[in-house]
């Protein structure tokens, strides 16, 4: 959805403590790349995870770590996470450390070990859930390409308000830490038909997410 407004760049921001949102992180040329080596990584492998509460709506693809049945369950993948992750996971964090400085203290140690690839048909929602699987606290890196996506952010108890409402576009980062790394999140709509051009990819979205498992 070009437009004047699309073009005005909206500066980096502190959402909550340890979480921060980059728009435009990546370029128009990085976004389509992105889309490239996932679309190369995924293929024949993109699986609707099945739940007790029936099948997600998003399709997956992990690399590094996997996690079977349970999602909170991770095992080392006879897939390796691709090197250019570990270099977007690292710059992305030292991006976002520079407006939640609470994350500064993971920019030198931060090890990605594993890259999920999600993949939302335009109609596909994520309900909210905490990033539990992990054993290390080391924030959490995703970028988002495609449709436009509402991403919320809420505490660390339970589902309830209030709640912090992103929109997330092509190209964003967002990456969250410190206090509010095991937050529920979710993604309850995407904005069908809202994606650039020429991002690759025709309709839906791709986030990866970058993650540090062991301690
Ligand atoms: O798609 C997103 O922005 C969030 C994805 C997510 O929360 C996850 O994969 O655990
Ligand atoms: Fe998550």
């Not at 070009?2 to 005005?8: E, I, K, R, T």
Request: aromatic share 6%; with cysteine; charged share 20%.
């Amino acid at each position: 959805m070009p437009s004047l407004f699309n073009s005005v760049p909206t500066p980096p921001r502190r959402i909550a403590s340890g979480v921060a949102h980059v728009p435009g992180f990546l370029s128009l040329e990085q976004q389509h790349d992105v889309v490239e080596k996932a679309r190369d990584l995924s293929r024949g492998h993109m699986k609707r995870p099945e739940l007790k509460s029936g099948t997600m709506s998003v399709y997956m693809h992990m690399l590094g770590y996997r996690t079977l049945a349970n999602l909170n369950h991770y095992e080392r993948s006879p897939l390796d996470m691709p090197q250019w992750a570990l270099h977007v996971g690292r710059a992305g964090l030292a991006a976002a450390a520079e407006v939640a400085p609470e994350l500064q203290p993971w920019v030198a140690s931060f090890k990605p070990e594993m890259l999920l690839i999600n993949y939302y048909p335009p109609t596909a929602t994520m309900g909210l859930h905490q990033d539990a699987g992990e054993e290390s606290e080391a924030p959490i890196v995703s970028l988002s390409v495609g449709d436009s996506a509402l991403f919320r952010l809420g505490n660390c108890e339970n589902r309830n308000r209030p709640w912090h409402d992103v929109q997330l576009q092509s190209g964003d980062l967002l990456v969250f830490g410190g206090e509010n790394r095991r937050a529920f999140h979710g993604v309850p709509k995407l904005y069908p038909g809202t994606l650039p051009a020429d991002c690759g990819l025709r309709e839906g979205r791709i986030n990866l997410t970058i993650r540090q498992v062991n301690l």
